[in-house]
Structure formats: structure tokens, C-alpha cells
């Protein structure tokens, strides 16, 4: 059964980094494509950074881009985001999601990711 498995949340000061990684497992031949999303207290849950596994190809959202970068380590079945320049805004749950098994989907809606994580909250203070 494929699943993913979030870690590396924390507190920082603005300004600071952190840096998330997300496990894959039960995949025969791995995801499609990774991405991260985030849900901050009494919003909606919004897209955040995303990674098609194979050729490397990102997609960011408008806010991140240029401070958040994604990658990933296909020999680790590991997908990484490093939050660099961190503001009080980028306070959420960071949730972590795959392409379902055989999807050729990547990009940033998030009714194509069907396998999620738990998440992991990351908390910025001013």
C-alpha cells in the first residue's frame, strides 16, 4: 500500500530555515510527482511546492517561490523542502502528498495527489 510519511517541522525565527522531508513506500516504481501543501489555523489548505520524480521538473506556489525550494532523492524514495527566509506567514501544517500508483500527474492540484501524509507543523515567530 503505497503511503508517505512526513518529518523535520519545527520552530524557527522569521528569517530562518528548516527543512522538511517526505518518505514513499508501496510504490513498485514510484510517484509521478510530490508535492507539499500547508494549512495555517482557519484557512484553506493551499498548494506549496511540487516535484515530478523523474526529470526534476518544479512547480511553486507565487509565495514561496524564490525562498522555498523543492527536490528529491530518488534512491532515498525521499522528497525534500527547504524553507529558506521564513516569514511568520508560512505558519501551518505542512502535509506531504503523492500520485496515486500509474498517475502522470504533476503540478499543483491537489485532487490529483491521493496518497497524504499526516503532517507536520512548522511554526515561524516574528
Known amino acids: 500500500q503505497a503511503q508517505v510519511v512526513e518529518s523535520g517541522g519545527g520552530s524557527v525565527q522569521a528569517g530562518g530555515s528548516l527543512r522538511l522531508s517526505c518518505v514513499t513506500s508501496?510504490?513498485?516504481?514510484?510517484?509521478?510527482?510530490v508535492g507539499w501543501f500547508r494549512q495555517a489555523p482557519g484557512k484553506e489548505r493551499e498548494f506549496v511546492a511540487s516535484?515530478?520524480?523523474?526529470?526534476?521538473?518544479?512547480y511553486y506556489a507565487e509565495s514561496v517561490k524564490g525562498r522555498f525550494n523543492i527536490s528529491r532523492d530518488v534512491a532515498k524514495n525521499t522528497a525534500y523542502l527547504q524553507l529558506n527566509d521564513s516569514k511568520p506567514e508560512d505558519t501551518a501544517m505542512y502535509y506531504c502528498?503523492?500520485?496515486?500508483?500509474?498517475?502522470?500527474?504533476?503540478?499543483?492540484?491537489?485532487?490529483?495527489?491521493?496518497?497524504w501524509g499526516q503532517g507536520t507543523q512548522v511554526t515561524v515567530s516574528s
Open positions: 508501496g510504490y513498485i516504481y514510484g510517484p509521478k510527482c
Open positions: 516535484i515530478s520524480l523523474g526529470d526534476a521538473l518544479t
Open positions: 502528498a503523492a500520485t496515486a500508483p500509474g498517475s502522470t500527474y504533476c503540478g499543483q492540484r491537489d485532487s490529483m495527489f491521493t496518497i
